[in-house]
């Protein structure tokens, strides 16, 4: 009997989707398991398997739905009803997706397939990828369901060898490019992401997840506006995508068209979609307006998003750190040390603070009336709008250009 073939949509349901959450994000859906398991939960149900997480779990018979901050800590604990005495089989999105049906009776791809944890289908998924019955786009998808599960583990470097593998036997499956280019951008490699992201377009020209992954990269590697170009693209199938609504906001403030990017914060904001934000994921896109606000020349503005972001959020070191800057574009520059050092000591890393800093300690040391430079609220000289662009590959010249959008 012939090995029934999945073709290509048991390709698309290997893909993942991606984690557009910044780096500093301390935990994954297993850190979190591992953490709440030991806490004694049980029947962990994940609704959002990004941080901030939502999901339900059990504890001492009773249910509870959570809200998991992006350092593991329960931020919010609801008690929903009494646990079922047989548990749940209901699958989280994290899971690989399914595999495609093989001859062999005795196989069970399901743990390969269907299970919730990566540690289970790791091996499931060896064991499924070895037996010399299957097809070649089903061992691809077998090796593309490891890489994923490896990927949620942090197992990044066998992860990229899954995919590659995977990528050999259905070079044509743009979601194992997609898969492998965020694994390259989680470890900052750039360019080599976007090479990804680039392949699965030109395998699929209208695929979201490539055009905001290459996004996210150029973003990464400097590159605002090819990442506007991209983001505005992704935004032509997916209009109301609060995500790439967010990431075009990043883009045009990366870019310095600041009003582009207040516009796009506040577009976020008042969305029906925001009703589903954490208060802390809130506190940060008032942050971040805030701080489009102080380039604009605007500190009424940026402090009254900056206080409510603080009364979200008050242990985020990104809304201190804004709320450093906006103390010092007021010349409440005690105040402005007190919150930089304070973010500091929650991330050491967070540059806004590290800047905030110098630029402080250089105004103690300046001799009377020498200039120290520009201020972080100053106002730039104002700019015309950026003209909006769009990725377009071109088949005649093989690669991908910006082109103003039609």
């Given amino acids: ?68 901050d992006y350092y593991g800590k329960i931020t919010e604990k609801t008690a929903i009803g009494p646990c079922s005495e047989s548990g749940s ?131 990464g590697d400097g590159n605002a506006q090819q990442a506007l170009a991209d983001s505005n693209q992704a935004l032509r199938y997916e209009p109301n995508n609060t995500d790439l609504l967010l990431l075009r906001a990043r883009a045009s403030h990366a870019a310095k068209s600041y009003d582009a990017a207040i516009d796009g914060f506040s577009q976020v904001l008042d969305s029906p979609a925001q009703r589903t934000l954490l208060p802390s994921e809130r506190a940060v896109i008032l942050s971040e307006r805030a701080r489009a606000f102080l380039q604009k020349g605007r500190p009424a503005e940026a402090k009254t998003d900056a206080d409510a972001a603080l009364k979200l959020a008050a242990n985020n070191p990104f809304v201190i750190a804004v709320t450093g800057l906006v103390a010092e574009s007021e010349g409440r520059n005690e105040e402005a040390v007190t919150h930089f050092k304070r973010a500091l000591s929650i991330q050491p ?14 105004s103690e040391s300046a001799p009377p009336g020498e200039p120290i430079g520009k201020s972080t609220a100053e106002k730039e000289t104002p700019k015309p709008p950026a003209k909006e662009l769009c990725s377009r590959y071109f088949a005649n010249i093989g690669k991908t250009v910006q082109v103003p959008c039609e």
Avoid at 24 to 43: N, S
Avoid at 145 to 170: C, H, P
Avoid at 353 to 359: D, H, Y
Wanted: overall charge neutral; aromatic content about 6%; some cysteine.
């Fill in 1 to 68: 009997m012939a090995l029934v073939k999945a073709g290509f949509a048991v390709g698309a349901l290997v893909f993942v989707a991606l984690d557009w959450t910044t780096s500093v994000c301390a935990h994954g859906v297993e850190g979190v398991r591992r953490e709440l398991t030991g806490q004694g939960f049980e029947q962990l149900e994940f609704q959002r398997t990004k941080p901030p997480f939502k999901l339900d779990a059990c504890r001492d018979g009773q249910r509870y739905h959570l809200h998991v």
């Fill in 349 to 362: 890393d967070i540059e806004i603070a590290q800047r905030g800093l110098e630029r402080l300690n250089r």
């Fill in 89 to 219: 089989s209901t699958r989280d999105a994290t899971a690989p997706q399914e595999a495609a049906p093989t001859r062999g009776a005795s196989i069970d791809t399901s743990q390969c397939a269907d299970t919730a944890n990566p540690e289970v289908a790791i091996p499931a998924c060896t064991r499924l990828s070895e037996n010399r019955e299957l097809d070649s786009q089903t061992k691809a998808t077998a090796l593309g369901n490891r890489g994923a599960a490896r990927k949620l583990l942090g197992q990044y470097e066998q992860a990229i060898e899954d995919l590659a593998l995977a990528i050999a036997l259905e070079p044509d499956n743009p979601q194992y490019y997609c898969q492998r280019g965020e694994v390259l951008w989680r470890y900052r490699k750039y360019p080599d992401a976007i090479a990804d992201f680039t392949s699965a377009l030109q395998q699929r020209s209208n695929s979201v997840c490539a055009l905001r992954g290459r996004a996210l990269a150029h973003l």
